[in-house]
């Protein structure tokens, strides 16, 4: 699984290659699940809201956009959705659009950093792409056999349409009702983890 929070404002095709590499040999053939956050953007400059390169450059990435602390895509907008005294400079939104799959927790996220110390308000689309990557480890760890597009599919299947956003269905998202903020919805650690395990029940001498 790589987990990927960059972007480049020039498309190269050695990046787009390894990408390709990637979702196409890795594991073995299987392919590699690879999971991009979606970007920011300023709120002051909504003009680049679209999912930024690479994560808008192959199908098969799975990408993520970040959620505020009311559930909602991440957009700088209602102050009650964000913890402001925690040393806010600045809030970016979260980039969207058609190439957006689901969305995970983007502010106050507590994680390790580069010191070897420890920090509570990791925050933006960096901090949800992630989210997602865990989400695909565990379900690999359980059962190797998936491919990549077994990953992604099984994640955007189960996620859950939350933010009040009207989700509707359509013939380009053939893994369930989408929204272009939101994607498949929120992403679904459990849920995704446990359709990742095939169960087999026998009895005498039948298979089920």
Same mark, same amino acid.
């Given at each position: 699984?790589?987990?990927?929070?960059?972007?480049?404002?020039?498309?190269?095709?050695?990046?787009?290659?390894?990408?390709?590499?990637?979702?196409?040999?890795?594991?073995?053939?299987?392919?590699?699940?690879?999971?991009?956050?979606?970007?920011?953007?300023?709120?002051?400059?909504?003009?680049?809201?679209?999912?930024?390169?690479?994560?808008?450059?192959?199908?098969?990435?799975?990408?993520?956009?970040?959620?505020?602390?009311?559930?909602?895509?991440? &957009? =700088?907008?209602?102050? +009650?959705?964000?913890?402001? *005294?925690?040393?806010?400079? !600045?809030? %970016?939104? @979260?980039?969207?659009?058609?190439?957006?799959?689901?969305?995970?927790?983007?502010?106050?996220?507590?994680?390790?950093?580069?010191?070897?110390?420890?920090?509570?308000?990791?925050?933006?689309?960096?901090?949800?792409?992630?989210?997602?990557?865990?989400?695909?480890?565990?379900?690999?760890?359980?059962?190797?056999?998936?491919?990549?597009?077994?990953?992604?599919?099984?994640?955007?299947?189960?996620?859950?349409?939350?933010?009040?956003?009207?989700?509707?269905?359509?013939?380009?998202?053939? &893994? =369930?009702?989408?929204? +272009?903020?939101?994607?498949? *919805?929120?992403?679904?650690? !459990?849920? %995704?983890? @446990?359709?990742?395990?095939?169960?087999?029940?026998?009895?005498?001498?039948?298979?089920?």
């Amino acid at each position: 699984v790589i987990s990927n929070s960059w972007g480049s404002s020039v498309r190269y095709k050695v990046i787009d290659d390894a990408i390709n590499n990637a979702l196409r040999n890795g594991r073995g053939g299987k392919g590699c699940v690879v999971v991009f956050s979606s970007g920011n953007y300023s709120v002051s400059m909504p003009i680049g809201s679209s999912v930024g390169y690479p994560a808008n450059s192959n199908p098969d990435i799975l990408v993520v956009g970040a959620t505020s602390t009311c559930g909602d895509r991440l &957009n =700088g907008i209602n102050p +009650n959705c964000f913890s402001w *005294g925690r040393g806010f400079t !600045s809030i %970016a939104g @979260s980039c969207y659009g058609n190439e957006l799959d689901v969305v995970a927790p983007g502010i106050e996220i507590p994680t390790t950093d580069l010191s070897n110390s420890f920090i509570t308000d990791f925050r933006h689309t960096s901090a949800a792409a992630p989210h997602a990557a865990g989400v695909a480890a565990l379900m690999l760890s359980l059962n190797g056999n998936l491919t990549q597009k077994d990953v992604n599919k099984i994640i955007e299947q189960t996620a859950k349409k939350t933010g009040g956003y009207p989700y509707f269905l359509s013939l380009s998202k053939p &893994n =369930g009702s989408w929204h +272009n903020e939101m994607g498949y *919805g929120l992403l679904n650690a !459990s849920d %995704a983890v @446990s359709q990742s395990v095939c169960n087999t029940l026998s009895l005498v001498n039948l298979s089920f």
